[in-house]
């Protein structure tokens, strides 16, 4: 399974997206100039992540995104499924009745075991998305900084948040 590259933008920006103040904001361009990707793409993402009701979006000049939730409500598969959509990874479109010497259809009243295998993996994987949120990520960052990766947020941040009535 590969996930597209808006995935881990959109997980970084939401995560850069916590460090703000109360009342600040960040534009997309600041987002996409802090993790080196494109503002277009990025922006894309941020709005499906708006449209999911995961972050705020502040119109005007001094407008930006902002998180909509509190971190520990906003988990890995919240995110992904902003960003991915709701579908399942594998979908079977049952090649199992295609070709030549074709079954009759009583070999297929069951599901195909190989979309049943793949369903069974999919749950297993957002299971495991639905129960780490946001918080689970920055706590374990914060315990493995060594002070160099909060520092650099923090400057940035510092840089280019902007303050917007709440």
Excluded at 23 to 38: C, Q, R
Excluded at 68 to 83: C, F, G, H, P
Excluded at 99 to 108: A, D
Excluded at 145 to 153: C, L, P, T, W
Aim: aromatic share 4%; proline share 4%; glycine share 10%.
């Amino acid at each position: 399974m590969k996930l597209g590259d808006g995935v881990e933008q959109a997980i970084h920006s939401v995560a850069m997206l916590a460090g703000l103040s109360e009342g600040g904001v960040l534009s997309a361009a600041a987002l996409a100039e802090f993790h080196g990707v494109s503002t277009s793409y990025l922006l894309k993402h941020l709005q499906a992540l708006s449209g999911a009701g995961i972050l705020n979006t502040v119109p005007g000049p001094k407008g930006g995104y902002r998180l909509a939730k509190q971190t520990d409500d906003i988990s890995l598969l919240d995110i992904v499924l902003a960003v991915e959509g709701p579908e399942p990874a594998f979908r079977c479109s049952e090649i199992r009745q295609r070709g030549p010497n074709q079954l009759p259809q009583r070999y297929f009243a069951k599901p195909c075991q190989i979309s049943a295998a793949m369903l069974r993996a999919e749950r297993a994987y957002r299971a495991e998305l639905a129960k780490t949120s946001i918080a689970d990520i920055l706590a374990q960052l914060t315990a493995d900084d060594d002070g160099g990766i909060a520092a650099r947020g923090c400057a940035f941040l510092e840089m280019n948040e902007r303050r917007a009535a709440r």
